[in-house]
C-alpha cells in the first residue's frame, strides 16, 4: 500500500465531527509531519479531503463536509455575534471590492476585539480565495515606537543602511512582509503624521520606500486594516482619512447581547482547553459571574480573566489539589465574582442560557460545551422534636415514657409527611424552591438507593427527599443541632435502610460540602422505610398568599416577580389603585374568593393603612382563617410563596416569612462560629534536615488527603536534632490531639507514625485518611450521643466506648469501617445508658449455641467489657456480649483484614 493509500485509510479511521490534524495522522502511522501534511495536502487537490479551520488546519473527508463546515468562518462568527451584523458585512464587502479588496479602520473601546476581528477578515479572505492559503496577516502596534518617530517608520517601511545612526544593514520593512496578505495597524492614531503621510502612496499606487532610500520604489500588494480607540477626525490627518474609505464600528460589551457574552465565554474556554488538550470543566456559578460582572476592559479583559482562572484551575490540578482543571465560583477573583450579586437583574437571563438545573458546565477542545451532569419550616421533623421534647421534658416526662412518644411523633410525622409531599406541585418546581445543588445531590442518592433496595423510587420520595435535605441543610448553616432521639432504635429496626443511609450522609457531604450529623441517617432511614407506603389525606389545602397593595401595578408587580423565580403562577396580586376606596378593593377581594370557591387559609401580605385590617372582615364572612403581615417586600412575597408551595400551615408560614430579614444574619453568625474552632487535631511532620523538608511533605499530605482543616491540620516541625522532639510533642498536645506523625527517624510513642519514604511513595496516605475518617465518624458521634444519653455523661461515654473498640480490634487485628462503627458505639452508649437506669437487656436467642460457636471472640469481647463494667458499675451480661459480638462476626472481621 502507498503511503498516501495509509494516510488516506487513517484519515477515514480517525476522522471526527470537528476535523483530523496532520500531526495526529503522523503519531498514528508512525510518519513525520511533513509526509502526512503532504499526502493530505495532495488528497486535497484530489478532491478526496477539504481543510477545515486555522491555527491548527484540520484535514476532513469530503463526504463528511456538513453544510455548517462548507461556511466560512466570519458567517459562523456572526451567527453567535448579531450584534456584529454591519461590522461584518463591511468587512465582506471590503474583501471582495475589486482589485484587491479596500482599506478598513476599526473603531472601537480598549478590548472590544479589534485585533480578532482582524483576524477573522484575513480568514475570511483566504477561505474565499482572496488570498492564498500562506499569505501573511501581520500585526504593528504603533504604540511601541511613538516616542521614537524614525525608528517607527523604519520598522513600517525598513531602511536602507546609514539612513540613521546604527542602521548598519539594509533592513525589510513590516510592509514588505506583509505582500500579499493583511498589514493590521493597531493604535493607529500614535503614528506620526510622517508616518501616515509615508502610507498615501503605498495606499494610492501599492508602492513605498524604504527609510533613507530616495530612487527605489518598491511594491506591496498589502490590504491595510488599521484601528484606534480614539475619534479618528480629531487624531488623523484628513488627507489619511479619505484614503480609507471603510470604517467599520464594534460595539463594547454591554451594547452587546447576553447571548453573544455567553458566546464569547464559551468561546475562551474552549480555546484554553485546546491550549491544555484536557477538558475544563466550569460552575454554573462561576459562568454567572462572567455573565455578568463589571467587565470595562471588554471582551480583551473578560478573555484575560478567564485565562487566568483557567491557569489557576490548571495549577491546582497539576499540583494535585484538584482531580480535574475545574472553575469553581470561590476561586475566581471578587471583581468577577461581584457578577453573582447582579442576580435580581440577570436571573431571567441566567435561566435562558445557562439552564441552572444543570451544576457546571464541560468545555472539550473539539467540542461545543456540554452540560453535566435553603431556609427553615416548623413544619419539618427538627423543630417538632424540640417542640415535643420541650414539652414533654416541662411536662416531667423521663426514660420510657418520653421514648415512646417521641417514638410515636416521629412515626406519625413521617406517615403525615409523605400526604403533603404527594400535593406538591411537579419535580421541575422543586428546583426552584431547594435549589439546583440539592436536585442533583437528591438524583444521585435516588439513584444510589434504588440500586441496593432493588426497587424504583416514588416521585414523593424524591420530591420528600429534596423538600427534607433542603431543611437540614438551611439548619446546619445556622448552626442548629440535629437531633434524632430515637436513632438506635431507628437503627436496629430498620437496619438494611439505615446502612444505606449511612452511605447517603456521605454523598450529601461531597456534592453540597457540609458536615452531616449521624442523627440525619435516622430520618432519611424513614423516608425510605415510609416510601411507596399509602397515606390518607389529613390536611386541607395549602395556604394562599394574596398581595394588597396601593398603587395601579404595585401588588401584581411583586407576585409576578415571585411567581417568575420560582416558576410557578402561586401568589396573587390585587392592586389597590390610590384613587380607589377600600371598600371597593375588599369588594373585588371577595369576588375573587366566591368566584375561586377559596377554602383555603390565607396569608395576607399588604403595604400600609386599612388594607391590614382586610384579614378579620375576611374571616368573619368566609369562615377562612387569616393572618396579615404588613410593610410587605417582593422578598416577602417570595419567601412567603416559597413556604406555601411547601405544604406548611398559615402560622408556619406567617412566622417564616417574619424571619426574613434575619436569614442574612443568620448565615453571617454560623460563618463567624465556624471560624472560630479551637483544638485541632493535628498531622505532625517532623524533620532535621531543615524546615524545608518538613513543608515539602506537608505539601504532599494536603494534596492526597481529604480532610476539613477546621478540625485537622498538617503542621511542619523543624528539629535540630532528636533530643527534644519529645519535648515539643507534649506542648503541642497540651492543647491539640496529635493524629499522626510522619518523621524521618522512629520516635518512641504510641501515636501512630510513618516514615518519609511511606508518605512520598504514597503507601501511607491510605493509612493516614482511615485515621481521618475514624475521627470524622467519632466526632460527630459525640453530639449524637449527648442527645441519646440520660444516664451517664456522653463525652466521657464515648472516650470509654473508643478505648473498648480498639482494644477488640487490637485482639482480633482489624479495623472496623466508618459505618459499623457507627453501629457499634451506639449501641454500646445505649447499652451502658440502659443499664445504669436500670433497664434490662433483651435475651439473644440461641445464646449458648453462638457463644459456643464463636468462643474466641466471645473471651476477647467479655474480657473488654470488663473496664466497662468497673467504671461505670454495671453488669454486661452474656445476652449483651453476644449482641456485641454480632458487629464483630467473622464476617466482618474477613472484610476488613483483606481491605
Known amino acids: 500500500m502507498k503511503r498516501i493509500d495509509a494516510v488516506y485509510q487513517k484519515l477515514k479511521e480517525l476522522d471526527k465531527r470537528t476535523g483530523v490534524s496532520a500531526s495526529e495522522i503522523a503519531d498514528s502511522l508512525g510518519l513525520s509531519r511533513a509526509n502526512a501534511s503532504n499526502d493530505l495536502n495532495k488528497l486535497c487537490k484530489e478532491g478526496k479531503a477539504v ?154 499606487k501599492g508602492t513605498f520606500r524604504r527609510l533613507g532610500e530616495s530612487d527605489i520604489d518598491r511594491k506591496s500588494n498589502a490590504l491595510i486594516i488599521s484601528a484606534t480607540t480614539e475619534n479618528p477626525n480629531s487624531i488623523l490627518l484628513n488627507t489619511f482619512m479619505r484614503r480609507i474609505p471603510m470604517i467599520i464600528r464594534l460595539p463594547n460589551l454591554k451594547e452587546r447581547s447576553m ?51 483557567c491557569a489557576k484551575a490548571y495549577a491546582d490540578f497539576i499540583l494535585n489539589k484538584k482531580e480535574e482543571i475545574k472553575i469553581s465560583s470561590i476561586d475566581l477573583p471578587q471583581h468577577i465574582r461581584n457578577g453573582l450579586y447582579m442576580e435580581t437583574e440577570h436571573r431571567q ?42 414539652e414533654l421534658k416541662s411536662k416531667g416526662l423521663t426514660g420510657k415514657e418520653l421514648d415512646r412518644e417521641m417514638e410515636k411523633d416521629i412515626r406519625d410525622y413521617f406517615k403525615k409527611y409523605f400526604y403533603k409531599v404527594n400535593k406538591m406541585i411537579d419535580v421541575s418546581d422543586i428546583e426552584n424552591i431547594v435549589g439546583v445543588e440539592i436536585i442533583k445531590t437528591v438524583e444521585e442518592i435516588i439513584k444510589f438507593a434504588e440500586k441496593q433496595m432493588k426497587k424504583e423510587s416514588s416521585k414523593e420520595l424524591y420530591c420528600g427527599m429534596a423538600l427534607h435535605i433542603y431543611n437540614a441543610v438551611e439548619r446546619i448553616k445556622r448552626n442548629r443541632k440535629i437531633i434524632n432521639p430515637q436513632l438506635n432504635k431507628i437503627r436496629t429496626e430498620h437496619s438494611k435502610e439505615f446502612n444505606i443511609a449511612l452511605d447517603c450522609l456521605k454523598i450529601i457531604e461531597r456534592t453540597l460540602d457540609i458536615s452531616m450529623p449521624i442523627d440525619e441517617a435516622g430520618f432519611l432511614t424513614m423516608l425510605f422505610v415510609y416510601d411507596g407506603k399509602e397515606v390518607k389525606d389529613q390536611e386541607n389545602e395549602n395556604v394562599k398568599v394574596i398581595v394588597i397593595a396601593h398603587g395601579n401595578a404595585t401588588a401584581t408587580s411583586m407576585a409576578e416577580t415571585a411567581n417568575s423565580l420560582l416558576g410557578t403562577k402561586y401568589a396573587i396580586g390585587i392592586n389597590a389603585p390610590l384613587d380607589e376606596k377600600p371598600q371597593q378593593v375588599i369588594s373585588r377581594l371577595k369576588t375573587y374568593l366566591k368566584n375561586t370557591n377559596l377554602k383555603s387559609d390565607i396569608l395576607f401580605l399588604v403595604d400600609m393603612g386599612s388594607l391590614a385590617t382586610f384579614g378579620e372582615e375576611i374571616e368573619k364572612e368566609f369562615g377562612i382563617r387569616t393572618k396579615t403581615i404588613p410593610l410587605v417586600s417582593t422578598l416577602h412575597v417570595i419567601e412567603a410563596t416559597r413556604k406555601a408551595m411547601m405544604g406548611n400551615s398559615l402560622d408556619e408560614v406567617y412566622d417564616e416569612t417574619l424571619k426574613v430579614n434575619a436569614f442574612i444574619e443568620s448565615d453571617r453568625q454560623s460563618e463567624d462560629m465556624s471560624s472560630q474552632v479551637r483544638g485541632k487535631m493535628l498531622i505532625a511532620t517532623i524533620c532535621t534536615t531543615g524546615e524545608g523538608s518538613a513543608v515539602a511533605i506537608k505539601n504532599i499530605l494536603e494534596q492526597h488527603l481529604d480532610y476539613d482543616d477546621n478540625i485537622f491540620e498538617i503542621v511542619p516541625i523543624n528539629l535540630v536534632g532528636a533530643e527534644n522532639v519529645y519535648s515539643k510533642l507534649r506542648n503541642i498536645e497540651k492543647e491539640n490531639k496529635v493524629l499522626c506523625i510522619v518523621s524521618s527517624f522512629k520516635i518512641d510513642t504510641s501515636i501512630p507514625q510513618y516514615g518519609l519514604h511511606e508518605v512520598l511513595s504514597l ?85 449458648e449455641e453462638y457463644i459456643l460457636q464463636n468462643y474466641e471472640l466471645y473471651y476477647i469481647v467479655k ?25 464483630f462476626n467473622y464476617k466482618t472481621i474477613l472484610s476488613n483484614t483483606l481491605n
Open 51 to 204: 481543510k477545515v479551520g486555522k491555527k491548527p488546519v484540520l484535514f476532513k473527508l469530503v463526504e463528511d463536509i456538513s453544510e455548517d463546515d462548507k461556511k466560512p468562518s466570519l458567517d459562523k462568527f456572526l451567527e453567535k455575534n448579531p450584534s456584529l451584523f454591519s461590522a461584518v458585512e463591511q468587512a465582506k464587502a471590503a474583501i471582495l471590492y475589486p482589485p484587491h479588496g479596500m482599506h478598513m479602520l476599526i473603531l472601537g473601546e480598549t478590548g472590544v476585539g479589534k485585533s480578532m476581528f482582524a483576524e477573522l477578515i484575513h480568514g475570511y479572505a483566504i477561505e474565499i480565495g482572496r488570498m492564498s492559503e500562506d499569505s501573511p496577516f501581520i500585526v504593528f502596534n504603533c504604540a511601541d515606537y511613538a516616542n521614537n518617530p524614525q525608528l517607527l517608520v523604519s520598522q513600517l517601511f525598513g531602511c536602507q543602511k546609514g539612513a540613521y545612526t546604527g542602521a548598519d544593514c539594509d533592513k525589510a520593512g513590516l510592509i514588505e512582509k506583509a505582500d500579499g496578505g493583511i498589514f493590521f495597524l493597531d493604535e493607529i492614531h500614535r503614528l506620526p503624521p510622517e508616518g501616515q503621510e509615508m502610507l498615501f502612496t503605498l495606499m494610492d
Open 259 to 309: 447571548e453573544e457574552r455567553f458566546n464569547l465565554i464559551c468561546h475562551f474556554i474552549r480555546e484554553e482547553s485546546s491550549k491544555l488538550s484536557r477538558q475544563i470543566i466550569v460552575s454554573v456559578n462561576s459562568m454567572k459571574a462572567f455573565l455578568s460582572y463589571n467587565c470595562p476592559n471588554n471582551i480583551g479583559q473578560l478573555k484575560t480573566d478567564i485565562q487566568l482562572a
Open 349 to 390: 437571563l441566567w435561566n435562558k442560557f445557562l439552564e441552572i438545573n444543570k451544576r457546571y458546565y464541560v468545555f472539550d477542545k473539539n467540542e461545543e460545551s456540554i452540560l453535566l451532569e435553603g431556609d427553615e419550616s416548623k413544619d419539618n421533623i427538627y423543630e417538632i422534636i424540640d417542640l415535643k421534647m420541650r
Open 763 to 847: 503507601e501511607a496516605i491510605k493509612s493516614i485518611q482511615k485515621l481521618i475518617d475514624v475521627e470524622n465518624t467519632y466526632l460527630k458521634m459525640g453530639d449524637t450521643l449527648s442527645n441519646q444519653l440520660k444516664n451517664i455523661n456522653s463525652k466521657e461515654a464515648l472516650k470509654d466506648i473508643r478505648k473498648f473498640i480498639s482494644s477488640i480490634e487490637n485482639e482480633l487485628n482489624m479495623k472496623v469501617d466508618s459505618n459499623a462503627l457507627i453501629g457499634i458505639a451506639l449501641h454500646i452508649a445505649c447499652m451502658i445508658d440502659k443499664l445504669r437506669g436500670g433497664d434490662s437487656v433483651d435475651e439473644f436467642f440461641n445464646r
Open 863 to 887: 474480657k473488654s467489657c470488663e473496664s466497662l463494667n468497673t467504671k461505670y458499675d454495671i453488669s454486661i451480661l452474656d445476652d449483651e456480649i453476644c449482641y456485641i459480638m454480632t458487629f
